[in-house]
């Protein structure tokens, strides 16, 4: 027996406040969207809930979309009945039996909607428990601790039975809170920061800095995959490809000291920062972890993050490297990040970079490159842009 319809619940979040409204609309959207090739299905809006009628499309491939919903907290296969007794019961039955294995306890939870239903809620769990415990040997009722829940709503028209519940991305609604530039390396964290940015609601801008031909083409690639897996939460994402070489070998040929990285993550901020206010993004989304590495000191991070104005926004700053791969695992970002690549970060690296640069210090020797702003402006519009659409891209031109 497939199920009938899937019930979506979004999230607590999305429901509160005056944006409910807007929140609810945005999901909906996104929703409808993602599942656009399957024809058949018909939905229905409730307060909190969307209802989508399979009408014989296959749940298993729906699911895997649906996890990807930023917004949608959770989501149940759900099997109908007639509004008869016996028809509930069967069909709980039959619910149950589809779980696969036998549970050693389970409970039955009526919700009576129809109050012209001949039986009240509690007289419901009885008789449906009833049913299920003479068919299923050995199983017992546990009304505290219940390895299954069985959840039987009487709605006008039918019931409603399930007792399966699938998480969902939760969240808010992806572009609900502002749009932020992601800035984006090959690694294991920029594209959890990303995602984590997506869930709070932005809408991200991805920018990656390269320095072809010391980093390769293959390098770039697997950016735009990790875009792609970001862009199956997020929808489609415009990715910044910014050309670094000259501006990090003049950098290096005027200053190579340890305060070098200093100085050139200052540069890419304030570049990114350029490409921010180019297509109207309100922050700056980083996937610094605290301590990591050189660059990602306190000390460090409050030099290079007054090169901008803008907020920048680290949501990983207080996490465990664990707990970031478990993410990247979770978003099947993990096998992407850990592939070989070229970080232009890493070329002409000092031998000791600082992990403790004095903001005075770094300003006076930026302030003794009279080029360098020059150099940034240059960097930004020679920016290559392009559409990532879930995995695929397609080329744009410079917004300078």
Known sequence: ????????????????????????KTVYEQIRKKLQPYDRLTFQRDFGRVYITLNGEPYEEIALRLKT???????????TAPLELEAVQSVALEAMLKIGRVPD????????????????????????SAAVLRAIPGLKVD?????????????????????????GAGGFPVGTNGKAMLMLSGGIDSPVAGFLAMRQGLRIEAVHFHSYPYTSERSQQKVKDLVGKLSE??????????????????????????????????????ITEKLAEANEAMAI???????????????????????VDLPVIQPLIC???????????????????????????TLFLPPSPSTNPNLRVVMSIEKQMAWLEEEMDRAAQMTETVWIHAGQESKFSSFF
Request: proline share 3%.
């Open 1 to 24: 027996m497939a199920p009938d319809l899937i019930v979506l619940r979004l999230g607590e979040l999305v429901l509160k406040g005056k944006n409910r409204h807007r929140f609810e």
């Open 69 to 79: 919903i930023l917004g949608l907290t959770s989501f149940s296969p759900v099997f």
């Open 105 to 128: 306890s389970f409970k039955v939870s009526v919700r009576r909607v129809n109050k012209s239903f001949p039986y009240d809620s509690q007289e419901m769990n009885q008789r449906v």
């Open 143 to 167: 009304v505290h601790r219940p390895e299954v829940e069985l959840k039987v709503e009487l709605r006008e028209e039918r019931a409603l039975i399930y007792s399966q519940v699938e998480a």
């Open 233 to 270: 939460y997020g929808g489609d994402i415009k990715l910044h490809l910014v050309p670094f070489t000259d501006l990090q070998t003049r950098v290096h040929q005027s200053y190579n000291q340890n305060l070098l990285i200093t100085i050139l993550r200052r540069a890419m901020f304030r």
């Open 285 to 307: 989304v980083t996937g610094e972890s605290l301590g990591q590495v050189a660059s990602q000191t306190l000390a460090s991070m409050n030099v290079i993050g007054r090169a």
């Open 319 to 345: 996490m465990e490297k664990q707990q970031i791969i478990d993410i990247a695992e979770t978003i099947d970002t993990f096998a992407i990040s850990i592939q070989p690549h070229e970080d232009c970060c």
